[in-house]
């Protein structure tokens, strides 16, 4: 039985799943195309917000990918369709797949990409071709339009990386099991989706999401992809959050190479880790906002004095008086920053509290001194 509950009855109607039988392969495969934003693309690439289809049974090497497609972070995926009722929707999906990334990676570039994308767009009759495909799925889902310059940069440092996506209706555990092994032991960008299909009344209506093998995941859904420096900072492009980021990445990595404490990058956030007397703990994590974690400071041995006067030297400078509250995880979004001398303020405070914690200063007082 399928995790699915009935809270409310809909009138007489009835939620009924419309299973993808035998020989509906090129069904479940313009389904997929023509719906994209069934593609559980945040699932998949944390980064990216929206993504479309750019070419159907695409020549790589030898053989035929049955779709590919590209999101706004320039990724393209690289989707092959297996229906339950096909053997190889079991594990010869994942070695297809591989074949086809090896491929990409060693015989694509841009040029490549663009004539594949303006090829499909030209049967389509898609207006704009690739960048303009692109945007009207970004303007759909209310995000801003990215230029074609900035597009082309994207995809130009990610061609060669492709997302390699195995979608089924049904798949088989053991291909769970082998894509699971490889994204975990070798890092391969490979996953596994599942797509349904359901209908109330007249309404008809497709799902994917993202299937694994293990029961449980260990880590947050922003923290999953470790992602370079302009990934991270290409996630907000527009100003004044792009300069933001960029001072507040190079005070992070300032606070790292002063011994402070330890900056990773997550899928979506900048994270700082400080380290006092073995025990390790996440004080500072910036995404499109600026979260202070005094609970974990207070671990580390900060006296709540010192974590009480940074709250009123806060809320004394940007006038939001959310750090005074008794939150120990208060956020400020990174707007309430555009001022640099404001942002350069609490940089300073909450860099003598981090002094504080590796004992190189002795007090933190309300003066500012």
């Known amino acids: ?4 509950s009935h809270i409310d009855s809909i009138g007489n109607r009835e939620i009924i799943e419309e299973l993808f039988d035998s020989g509906e392969e090129e069904t479940f495969e313009s389904t997929i195309e023509k719906y994209p934003d069934a593609l559980p693309i945040s699932e998949i690439n944390p980064l990216a917000k929206v993504a479309v289809p750019i070419g159907r049974q695409v020549t790589v090497g ?6 590919l497609f590209l999101d706004d972070t320039g990724s393209l995926l690289a989707i092959e369709c297996k229906l339950i009722q096909n053997p190889e929707a079991r594990r010869e999906v994942v070695a ?3 074949e086809y990334g090896m491929t990409i990676e060693k015989d694509w570039d841009v040029d490549k990409v663009r004539a594949i994308a303006d090829g499909y767009c030209l049967e389509k009759q898609t207006e704009g071709g690739l ?3 692109l945007n009207r799925a970004l303007e759909r889902a209310g995000y801003p339009s990215i230029p074609e310059k900035s597009l082309i940069q994207k995809l130009r440092s990610k061609v060669k990386k492709p997302f390699l996506v195995v979608a089924g209706n049904r798949l088989d555990q053991r291909a769970l099991v082998l ?3 490889l994204k975990k032991k070798i890092k391969l960008p490979i996953v596994c989706t599942e797509f349904r299909r359901y209908h109330v009344g007249e309404a ?4 994917g999401y993202v299937r694994c093998a293990a029961l449980l995941g260990t880590t947050s859904s922003s923290q999953r992809l470790a992602i370079s420096e302009e990934e991270w900072l290409s996630l ?3 100003e004044p959050l792009r300069s933001i980021r960029e001072d507040l990445l190079q005070w992070v990595k300032t606070l790292s190479n002063d011994g402070l404490g330890v900056m990773r990058i997550g899928s979506k956030e900048l994270m700082f880790d400080v380290i006092n007397g073995g025990t390790k703990k996440n004080v500072l994590s910036i995404s499109d906002r600026v979260y202070f974690y005094f609970g974990n400071l207070r671990i580390l041995g900060l006296p709540d004095d010192a974590i009480d006067s940074f709250r009123r030297f806060v809320d004394g400078v940007l006038r939001l008086g959310v750090l005074s509250a008794r939150t120990e995880y208060p956020s400020v979004p990174l707007t309430a920053l555009a001022e640099p001398e404001k942002r350069e303020q609490i940089k300073g405070r909450f860099t003598r509290l981090l002094e504080m914690v590796t004992s190189r200063v002795a007090d933190v007082r309300d003066d500012g001194s």
């Open 96 to 98: 297809q797949l591989i």
């Open 1 to 4: 039985m399928t995790g699915f």
């Open 179 to 181: 894509a699971d092994y």
């Open 131 to 133: 960048v303009g495909h």
């Open 204 to 207: 008809r209506f497709v799902i």
């Open 62 to 67: 030898n053989n035929s990918l049955d779709l």
């Open 236 to 238: 907000y492009d527009t």
